[in-house]
Nanobody
Framework: QVQLVESGGGLVQAGGSLRLSCAASGRTFSGYVMAWFRQAPGKERDFLAQTSWSGAYTLYEESVKGRFTISTDVAKNTVYLQMESLKPEDTAVYYC?????????????????WGQGTQVTVSS
């Protein structure tokens, strides 16, 4: 059974940092595209970043470019999202997702496998 499990969320002050982890299991993810999305209350689920499983290719949504970094640890079957200079508007549930296709304009419909999400709250 394919499974993605996020961790690392929590409460952080504005300007702080967090690193989210996504542990992948149940199949070989080589060749897959891994992504992070987030969903704030009452809003749509938004794309943040994606990476090839090898980490050789990445794509970021413009608003997080330079603050967020996506990376993979193939040996640990884990994808990370390092978040810096966090703002209250970054408060959301953060989701990890997997797809067999690299989209140049990613959205949630292109990703078939999802984690359960981890809450990130940034206080002002």
């Amino acid at each position: 059974q394919v499974q993605l499990v996020e961790s690392g969320g929590g409460l952080v002050q504005a300007g702080g940092s967090l690193r989210l982890s996504c542990a992948a299991s149940g199949r070989t993810f080589s060749g897959y595209v891994m992504a992070w999305f987030r969903q704030a209350p009452g809003k749509e689920r938004d794309f943040l970043a994606q990476t090839s499983w090898s980490g050789a290719y990445t794509l970021y949504e413009e608003s997080v470019k330079g603050r967020f970094t996506i990376s993979t640890d193939v040996a640990k079957n884990t994808v990370y999202l390092q978040m810096e200079s966090l703002k209250p508007e970054d408060t959301a549930v953060y989701y990890c997702a997997a797809s067999g296709t690299w989209y140049t304009r990613p959205n949630e419909s292109g990703f078939a496998v999802w984690g359960q999400g981890t809450q990130v709250t940034v206080s002002s």
